[in-house]
């Protein structure tokens, strides 16, 4: 079935210093969904990328969906301590219909 | 607010106990899901359901049974739990299930924090 990895399981940084999660599937994927869950929250929806090569911005944040389609990255430029959180990439099947969640990253930002 | 409310927020049970999770969504959504989140393991979908259909079942044990009466209504009806069932769960909803190119987001609700005794 289809794998979703995602890297760095958890990533230690300052206040300031910039941040990437890499999402890889095993398969291709129709498009890509990111989502954001804080501490003792929910996942909450940020952004979905269906065109290959794809690059959407939210303020300081950077989504790309890769070329092939199997890959995804979320860029933070200068993390601030609102960053904090576990940030999941979620793939669809070739139907769109299904998703299947990466293990997520856990960003920790120090003051 | 996402609109998906889920009681209860807090729930310790016996392995021998019977006891329901219930989730309701107010956005007007067709599709619903029941997932489960613990800290070894990403996002595992459970059970889905479109037009109150169920739709999908990931080798879910028989100590879980999903029900959704209406499209704004979902449960999940736990009994004879192990200790390893303890997680948060969590329900979501999406505007459709099936789509093109584009899938649905997901609207979570805050989840239910389970722990088996």
């Known amino acids: 079935g289809q794998q979703v990895m995602q890297i760095p399981q958890y990533q230690h940084v300052q206040e300031g210093e910039d941040f990437t999660t890499y999402c890889n599937s095993s398969?291709?994927?129709?498009?890509i969904q990111w989502y954001k869950q804080r501490p003792g929250g929910h996942p909450v929806f940020l952004i979905q990328?269906?065109?290959?090569?794809e690059v959407k911005k939210q303020k300081r944040l950077t989504f790309q969906f890769g070329e092939a389609k199997k890959n995804s990255s979320l860029h933070i430029t200068a993390t601030q301590t609102t960053d904090v959180g576990t940030y999941f990439c979620?793939?669809?099947?070739?139907?769109?219909?299904?998703?299947?969640f990466g293990g997520g990253t856990r960003l920790m930002v120090k003051p | 607010e996402t609109g998906v409310t889920q009681t209860p927020r807090h729930l310790v049970m016996g392995m021998t106990n019977k006891k329901s999770l219930k989730c309701e969504q107010h956005l007007g959504h067709n599709a619903m899901y029941w997932y489960k989140q613990s800290a070894k393991k990403p996002l595992e979908l459970m059970f889905v359901?479109?037009?109150?259909?169920?739709?999908e079942n990931n080798s879910v044990p028989s100590r879980f049974s999903p029900e959704c009466p209406n499209s704004s209504h979902l449960f999940l009806h736990l009994h004879t739990l192990q200790p390893e069932d303890s997680a948060l769960y969590l329900c979501?909803?999406?505007?459709?299930?099936?789509?093109?190119?584009?899938?649905?987001?997901?609207?979570f609700g805050p989840g239910t924090r389970l722990t088996v005794t």
């Open positions: 398969t291709t994927l129709s498009n």
């Open positions: 979501a909803s999406s505007q459709e299930f099936i789509a093109q190119a584009n899938s649905y987001e997901q609207y």
């Open positions: 359901y479109s037009l109150e259909e169920r739709v």
């Open positions: 979620a793939g669809a099947n070739n139907a769109g219909n299904m998703l299947t």
């Open positions: 990328l269906v065109k290959s090569g």
